[in-house]
Structures are given as structure tokens and as C-alpha cells.
């Protein structure tokens, strides 16, 4: 009764007293006990969960639920500051720090009677698109290959935040996205990945990627889900100054799954020979559905689509080598002691940073040089305006963007990539719009022939979020689509 | 050495005047046991996003108009990268290329003469904390206290010439920021520091290269460092070699300059606008109200001055460089003799604040007490060094100016009879000086007064004493 519980169902049980929250936390910690290998969780907040549990069903006793959230057992990307419980950004330099305070999106949480399972193993600094760069090691995807044994990645950054929901290890999650980092993970784990419209979510107390293009989202098993999410982490907060002042929305109450007489815009710089066909098929599979009921498709340009990789490749690492700078061995985190000044920062920074968060702060570093700034920093800036202006445009247009969330699908964490760049093609179909600041949602659509799940990427104009869920929801409902993975990992 | 020219340009470094940070809601004050004025976004924890604190934005546009500059309605913060134990966040919000303020001017005046000085521009930036490298033999401890405080960097142009243009320029600046309450221009607690780029070159020739010398604190140092730098530079020029651009520290003990970088060692910033931070976007509407409310500033009031007091442009600038002075003073001559107000302000107290090393806001007299005992000089109650003797004691006690008076029995003898009798003691007890006298040695007659004045302990009214000898010697 208690697996694969989606939230609503959850606080149905507990509105109902059927189950405790407390039964739940504990099947969930359970869980989570016994699913090691997948290497989800970077900590496990048993006393924490436990207690926010029985407050919860202190509440319900005297009919004092607070909302669907309330005993609702979540977990969080490891990049999102929680209260005295370890916070590690998945990185050796931070193995060792624990906040005194809590992120806005955990603490959003925590008001609406949320309950915390844990912190959730991702890539390094969210830098990457496979986990692999985690401290903590690779985080493993609950699914597997029809014809192979061999395990395979999660996607990532956010990877522990969808391979955890897709295995049941919490009701939901919350990732973040700075330029695919929730929708590409949610597609290779069959989960629905959402990213809001940049300062949609106060970045208050998440640990910084790239300031202007990161996004803290939901990753859930339903597009309903994902509307409470979203409705529960959203909102203004003086405390982030990019953070809008637009009210927040009630976007699980207004769903509604009608597209009639909606206009779906079908990028064609999206299409390519090299899409795999199944994706292809997918995406038509998509169109179909949604012109069936009753959206119009229309095929739509985004002209400067080719550039968004390349520029999101220097303004990522750009504010990610500043954003990166206070981890310096003074004041908090890992400190290799040595007998000066320079020296320490060279064998903290050294030793306490992996490969590819190196690899970008060098590349941030070099294309902010004088001399450099201008070739790469301000062109890449000004392609993105270009990026920005192209959706604008279409937006004129169509209401809502379909098309694939991914290029491909999971693939074998024993693969060796020797080329950074083609890891950065997963991004692909994602980076564009963090470029752009819309907000974008990624849906399970079906399994390719390997029985590895595929997704379908929505995108609609900014703070259209509830457009997004709608369409979503409509698509979901056509598809039938469940996200339980054969469990092997016991 | 005649045909050498100096070129000075300024950067001042002015804290602002706020309760608060420029990014966080922790306090300023100064002296505070270490670390304990520091928030999370002070100490750069990770996830800690900076906020305008728009009472800094507000100050910075009064320094703006108060350097008859221009306020850019938009205007970009951007991260100015280096590392640094004392810089936790790794980088220093500054502004860098759309400052908050545009280009102004100030005048400064020596000798009679007025010289405009252009400002480039005005910025806010965030302070670093301070390493204290004293507290242990092995360790550097860091107070982040400082850290995020705002700062307003005020760049001139190159216009000034001379160490004194130089101090004059400083010391202006000061006084208008003070004027305006945007920074308390205290500059041994640091609130105000300048950087001061030297060069020189023959006339007539192109600029030469520049040195900058860092952190200066005084307007001695400010004098001083740049006289010895135009002596190194002209000397290193005449010896047939060339100045290296470099950054300089002044050192008080030697009164030298020394190298501290090199321009190859000089940090590349990575400037890029801050991306945890929107374009700062100034409604006109709020300008043109500040702009309402900025109190009359040390030019326009020396104007004043001399034409509502009738004083000399010397005296109305001493009054008036320093807001608290200026008003002081007014607060004293109200109603009252400004050639009085002036001298008692401008001479008696501030030779005792001088003396004390103490500023007007501690000064041991009241405007209103010096007021009084101006009215006892001005009814003829005392005469001038009776006052001097009555403000002496001013100084060390808390007693009334009257009190003082009848205490010391300092009242002005102004009874005609009265002067009449000292005075033909005196004649009587010095007839050959009398006979002198009239025979033409008229200077005598200091020395009659003198008598009759120690004779009466002072108290003789100078006026009607010499008056009064002169009618009786020249009969």
C-alpha cells in the first residue's frame, strides 16, 4: 500500500487517517536503507524525519493538517542548505559543512509540513550531466537496459533527485536546473522534471552554479505533483534580489488538462538526422496526441538555436569561477593547512575540487580575462539576448513548445567519455531555455526499445507555468505512462 | 625645476554614512569586538545572496549632486574578482563600467585663486574585512566586521597640480560629503582615504608615467607622499631613466614612498556584472526629491556668509569648510556683532579646540554660553581681556558666564568718576612722565593706560580710559 505513492495519494491516506505519516516516513527511510547500491542519498536525516513526522501526525489528531504537504516525505538535492544537517554540494570541499540556516525552498517546504528523507548525491556543484562528478561517486538509475546488466547513469546534475523518486526512495524531490540539470535526469528516469521560470524560486540558501540561469524545481512522479511542488517552493523573497515579485499561484487547484485551440510550436532546428528514431517517434507520437486534442502543431524556428550550447558553455563557467571563489579553505569547508597563504588556497582548491568543476572555473576564469572578455563573455551575452528573442518571437505565435527532452537515453555509467564536449551535448535541448529564462517541463512519454525511458520537453513563455502543467497534464493523461523500474537493487 | 609639471589625479575612498551594510542588514559601528558585526552574507556562507540596501543608494546620489554631478538613472553592479583571506566572497561587488554617478566638478580656492576640479565619477563598492597580522607570531587573524560596508569611490580627473591643490581638493570633498551627512570624513578611523596618482612632464610634453600611492589617511600624508613622489620621479627622469608604473605605499616614519606592485603584477579583476544583482534603475522622481532636501553646502554658504555677516572671504571659508562650525557659528552671531562672533569663534575657540585636539561637536563651550559672554562684551559689562579670562575658565567649569564675572569680579568699570580717580593717581605718581608727555613724546600715553589698567586689575573700560587720559594729559 505504501509503494510508489504519488502525493496526492499520500495525503489522502494520512487526511484519512488510514496511514500515519510516521508509517510512511518509516517505509520510506526503510526504503532508502535497503537501496544503497543506488547511492541516492549523500544523508540520511532519520532523527530529523522521524520527529517532523509525529508533528504531523500530532496535527492531524487534532485536525490541524496544514495542507497536502504536510507529512509528505521529500528529499533534496545535496545543494540546497538545510539546517544543521550536513551540505555538501557534492563536493570534497564542502564534506564537512553544515549550515546554520535553511535554504527558502526547504524551509517553503518544511512551513507546509513537509518532511525531510534526506540530502540527495548529484553532480559536483551541479556541474555535469551524468552524476559522475559527484565526491560521493555516481549515483545509479533504477532502470536497466532490457539486453544488458550493465548499470547505467541517472542523468544529472539533479541524479540523485530523479533516480530516488523513480525508485520510490521519497514521494518526490526537489532538484535544480541551471541548463538541464532536473528536466534531462527526470527523462532518463521516467519522472517529470519541471523547471520554473528563472526567479520564479528564490535561490536563497542554494549553493550557486551559475547565479543568472539556475532554477530550483520539482521531480516527481505526476505533472499533479509537480503543481503542488511548484505551488509549495514558489514565490517572492526579499532575500534574492533576481526573485520575482509576481504573486505566487495556486497551480494545482487550477489544472486543468485542456489544449483545445492551443498553438504547439515544433522547432525545426530541433530535428535532426542524429535523433535517435525512437525519440523521433516519440516526439511525433506527442504531436499527434496533442492535436488530436485539439492543439494545432506548427512548425516554428528558433534560428539561433545552434549558439546556445557554445554560449551557455562560457556564461555557465564564467559566474561559476566567481561563484566558486569563497570555497578558499578560510572560513568554512575542507582546508589543507600549509605555510602560507597562496599555498593553501592552491592545495585546498586542488584537492577539494574534482575534475570538471577544474575544468569550468578554468574555462570561466579564461574567457573573463582582460583581453578575452570581450571575444567570449560579451558575444556569449549578446547571443543570449539573440536566444531570448527568438522565443520571444515565437511566442507570438504558438502558446507552447514541444520537443524532446533529450537526444538520447540512459547510457552506461562505465562509459568512458574522453571528450568533455560531447557530454555537453546532452544539454542540448535544455540550454536554450535556461538561456532564455522560461520556465520548461520534461514528461515521460514511453520506453525506447532498450525499455529505457524517454522524455518530451514542453516549454512555454515566462511564468506561463500553469499553461506548462496543463499541457503537461493533458499529454500524461493520454500516455499512461508508470515509472516503476524493476527492482534490482534490494 | 621651474619648467616641471606635476599632474595629480584622486581616488576617495568614503565610507557612507549608514546604520547598515551595502548588501546586508549588519551594523557598521565602529569598534566593535571582531566578528561580531557579520552576517551570512558578510562571511560569504554558501547560498547567500547580497540586497541593495537602498539607504546607501540614497546617499551615494546626495554625494552625487553635492559634486554637481551628473546621476545616471541606470546603473550596473559587477563583481571585481581576486583572492584574498579578508575578501570572503572571493570578489568585491563594485561598479565598474555604469557607475552609480557620472561626471561633476568641485571648486577648491588657494590663495584667493579658484581652480575647478573635474570628477570623473562616483561608485559604491563593499569593503573587505581587515587582517590582523599583530595577534600572533604565525597566524593572521581576519575581523570581518568592515566586510560589505559601503564605500563610495569618488575619482577626479587629473586637474590638480600641487600637493596643495591636492590637499585642497581632499579636504573639499570631505566637506561637502560631511555637509551632506554621507560620510562622517573621519580619517584616522579610516572613514576616508585617498589613492593619489602622480605624475610629471616638462610643459608642454605629453603626460608622463603615473605612480599611484595607496591609503592615505591625513592630509599631511597626502601632502608629504606626494612631494617626495614628484622629487623621486623628477630626479629619476633628470638621471636619463624612466618612471615605472607601479602602485606606492607611503611610509610616515621614513616620509617616503616605496614599491609595493608592479603594473605586471597587477591583478587581472575579471570585471562582469553581478549576476545575483539587477541593474540598479533610479526613478527620476526620487533624484529630483533628493535633490529637494540637500541642505546649502560649504560654497554657497561661504557666499552667504560673506554677504549676510559681512566677513572676509578668509573667515567665511574657515567657517564654513565644516557643516557643525558654520553652524556654531550662526547659532553664536544671531542677533549679535560678527566681527565679535567671528573672532571668538574663529580665534579663541578654536585655538582652546586645537589645544584640547578636540572636535566642535565636543567643544567644552556652548554656542549659546559663547553668545553669552559676547552680549557681556557687547553691553560693556566686561571688557575684551576681562572675556578672555572669563572664557578660560569657560573651558575647565560648568559655571554660568555671570557667575564667572561677579566670581572673579571682573565687571567693566564704566563709571566716568570712577576711571577719574585711578587716573589722577597715576598722573600724580608719575609727573616727569607727564612733563614728557606734553613736551611731544605722545607714545607715552600706552603707558598711562597701562598703569590706570593695573591699577584697576583690568577692568578699566578701555574705551572711555583712554578717552578720559588723553582729555586730561592734553589740557
Known amino acids: ?490 | 625645476m621651474d619648467d616641471w609639471q606635476t599632474v595629480i589625479g584622486i581616488e576617495i575612498h568614503a565610507q557612507v554614512n549608514s546604520k547598515s551594510k551595502l548588501f546586508s542588514s549588519s551594523s557598521t559601528d565602529f569598534g566593535s569586538a571582531p566578528n561580531t558585526q557579520v552576517s551570512l552574507v558578510d562571511a560569504a556562507m554558501p547560498g547567500m545572496l547580497p540586497v541593495i540596501n537602498k539607504f546607501c543608494i540614497e546617499q551615494a546620489i546626495k554625494s552625487g549632486l553635492g559634486l554637481n554631478a551628473k546621476i545616471n538613472n541606470k546603473s550596473i553592479f559587477d563583481r571585481k574578482n581576486y583572492f584574498y583571506q579578508d575578501l570572503p566572497q572571493g570578489y568585491q561587488i563594485s561598479q565598474f563600467k555604469d557607475p552609480i554617478v557620472g561626471e561633476g566638478s568641485v571648486e577648491i580656492e588657494i590663495e584667493g585663486i579658484t581652480k575647478t576640479i573635474g570628477i570623473e565619477r562616483l561608485h559604491l563598492e563593499q569593503d573587505a574585512g581587515k587582517s590582523l597580522h599583530d595577534q600572533d607570531p604565525n597566524l593572521t587573524f581576519v575581523d570581518l566586521n568592515r566586510s560589505g560596508i559601503a564605500l563610495m569611490e569618488i575619482v577626479s580627473k587629473p586637474d590638480m597640480s600641487s600637493s596643495d591643490e591636492a590637499i585642497a581638493y581632499v579636504r573639499k570633498v570631505r566637506s561637502i560629503l560631511r555637509y551632506l551627512d554621507t560620510c562622517d570624513g573621519n580619517m584616522e578611523q579610516g572613514s576616508l582615504r585617498a589613492d593619489v596618482n602622480v605624475s610629471v612632464r616638462k610643459k608642454g610634453e605629453e603626460l608622463g608615467t603615473r605612480c599611484e600611492i595607496k591609503n592615505l589617511n591625513s592630509f599631511k600624508h597626502i601632502g608629504a607622499a606626494i612631494n617626495f613622489e614628484v622629487d623621486r620621479q623628477i630626479k629619476i627622469i633628470e638621471r636619463g631613466e624612466q618612471v615605472k608604473q607601479e602602485t606606492r605605499l607611503y611610509e610616515v616614519v621614513s616620509n617616503k614612498t616605496r614599491s609595493m606592485r608592479s603594473k605586471e603584477d597587477a591583478h587581472d579583476y575579471r570585471y562582469f556584472p553581478d549576476p545575483d544583482l539587477l541593474p540598479l534603475q533610479l526613478e527620476q522622481d526620487w533624484i529630483e526629491k533628493i535633490k529637494k532636501s540637500l541642505p546649502e553646502l560649504p560654497d554657497e554658504k561661504k557666499l552667504r556668509f560673506i554677504n549676510f555677516y559681512k566677513i572676509s572671504g578668509y573667515d567665511a571659508e574657515v567657517l564654513t569648510s565644516d557643516r557643525r562650525i558654520s553652524e556654531f557659528f550662526e547659532e553664536v552671531a544671531k542677533n549679535r556683532s560678527s566681527k565679535l562672533s567671528v573672532s571668538w569663534v574663529a580665534s579663541e575657540l578654536f585655538a582652546v579646540l586645537n589645544k584640547l585636539n578636540l572636535n566642535i561637536e565636543n567643544s567644552p563651550v556652548s554656542s549659546s554660553q559663547l553668545g553669552e559672554l559676547i552680549d557681556e562684551i557687547e553691553n560693556g559689562t566686561i571688557s575684551n581681556r576681562a572675556a578672555k579670562e572669563v572664557f578660560e575658565e569657560m573651558c575647565n567649569s560648568e559655571k554660568s558666564v555671570k557667575d564667572i564675572i561677579d566670581d572673579k569680579g571682573l565687571v567693566q568699570i564704566s563709571d566716568t568718576s570712577e576711571i577719574e580717580i585711578f587716573i589722577n593717581k597715576v598722573l600724580e605718581d608719575n609727573p616727569e612722565n607727564v612733563e614728557k608727555y606734553k613736551n611731544g613724546k605722545t607714545k607715552l600715553l600706552g603707558f598711562f593706560i597701562g598703569e590706570v589698567m593695573k591699577a584697576t586689575k583690568g577692568k578699566a573700560n578701555p574705551g572711555l580710559l583712554n578717552q578720559i587720559v588723553k582729555k586730561k594729559l592734553d589740557n
Open chain 1, 1 to 490: 500500500m505504501l509503494d510508489n505513492l504519488t502525493i496526492l495519494e499520500a495525503s489522502k491516506l494520512i487526511d484519512e487517517k488510514k496511514v500515519s505519516a510516521l508509517e510512511i516516513t518509516n517505509s520510506y527511510l526503510k526504503k532508502i536503507e535497503d537501496s544503497k547500491k543506488l547511492n541516492c542519498f549523500i544523508t540520511v536525516s532519520h532523527d530529523k524525519a522521524v520527529h517532523a513526522a509525529k508533528e504531523t501526525d500530532n496535527r492531524v489528531s487534532k485536525n490541524n493538517r496544514i495542507g497536502p504537504m504536510d507529512g509528505i516525505p521529500l528529499a533534496y538535492k545535496d545543494l540546497f542548505c538545510t539546517k544543521d544537517t550536513l551540505t555538501t554540494a557534492s563536493s570534497k570541499i564542502l564534506s564537512n559543512f553544515i549550515p546554520t540556516y535553511e535554504s527558502t525552498v526547504t524551509n517553503n517546504c518544511i512551513n507546509k509540513g513537509a518532511i525531510t528523507l534526506g540530502k540527495l548525491n548529484c553532480d559536483e556543484f551541479a556541474m555535469g550531466s551524468t552524476n559522475k562528478t559527484s565526491f560521493y561517486g555516481p549515483v545509479v538509475n533504477p532502470w536497466k537496459s532490457l539486453d544488458s546488466d550493465e548499470e547505467l547513469v541517472p542523468g544529472g546534475s539533479s541524479g540523485g533527485s530523479a533516480a530516488s523518486v523513480a525508485a520510490d526512495l521519497c514521494i518526490a524531490s526537489i532538484g535544480t536546473d541551471t541548463g538541464g540539470s532536473i528536466r534531462q535526469p527526470a527523462s532518463f528516469t521516467g519522472a517529470v522534471g519541471l523547471k520554473p521560470t528563472y526567479g520564479r524560486v528564490s535561490r536563497w540558501g542554494t549553493i550557486a552554479f551559475a547565479s543568472s540561469l539556475d532554477q530550483a524545481g520539482p521531480i516527481s512522479k505526476t505533472v499533479e505533483d509537480a503543481a503542488i511542488l511548484l505551488q509549495t517552493i514558489s514565490g517572492h523573497d526579499n532575500k534574492d534580489s533576481t526573485s520575482s515579485q509576481k504573486p505566487n499561484e495556486h497551480y494545482f487547484s487550477n489544472l486543468n488538462s485542456s489544449v483545445k485551440n492551443l498553438k504547439i510550436g515544433i522547432p525545426k532546428e530541433y530535428m535532426s538526422d542524429d535523433l535517435p528514431l525512437e525519440i523521433q517517434n516519440y516526439w511525433n507520437e506527442g504531436k499527434k496526441i496533442l492535436s488530436e486534442n485539439g492543439a494545432e502543431i506548427i512548425e516554428i524556428s528558433l534560428p539561433h538555436t545552434k549558439t546556445a550550447l557554445p554560449a551557455y558553455y562560457i556564461i555557465a563557467p564564467a559566474e561559476a569561477s566567481s561563484n566558486l571563489s569563497r570555497y578558499d579553505g578560510v572560513k568554512y569547508g575542507l582546508r589543507t593547512n600549509e605555510k602560507n597563504l597562496i599555498k593553501m588556497y592552491e592545495s585546498t582548491r586542488s584537492d577539494g575540487f574534482g575534475d570538471e568543476v577544474k575544468r569550468r572555473i578554468m574555462i570561466g576564469t579564461y574567457v573573463l580575462s582582460s583581453g578575452y572578455y570581450d571575444a567570449y563573455y560579451l558575444k556569449a551575452q549578446k547571443i543570449r539576448s539573440l536566444i531570448k528573442k527568438d522565443f520571444d518571437n515565437v511566442f507570438k505565435d504558438v502558446n507552447a513548445i514541444l520537443t524532446p527532452a533529450t537526444p538520447n537515453t540512459a547510457f552506461a555509467i562505465d562509459k568512458e567519455e574522453k571528450d568533455p564536449v560531447k557530454n555537453y551535448l546532452n544539454d542540448i535541448f535544455t540550454v536554450p531555455i535556461n538561456l532564455a529564462g522560461l520556465p520548461a517541463i520534461s514528461i515521460p512519454f514511453g520506453l525506447d526499445k532498450k525499455g529505457l525511458p524517454v522524455g518530451m520537453q514542453l516549454i512555454t513563455n515566462s511564468f506561463e507555468e500553469q499553461l506548462l502543467l496543463n499541457i503537461a497534464k493533458n499529454i500524461q493523461d493520454s500516455i499512461n505512462f508508470k515509472n516503476e523500474p524493476k527492482c534490482w537493487w534490494k
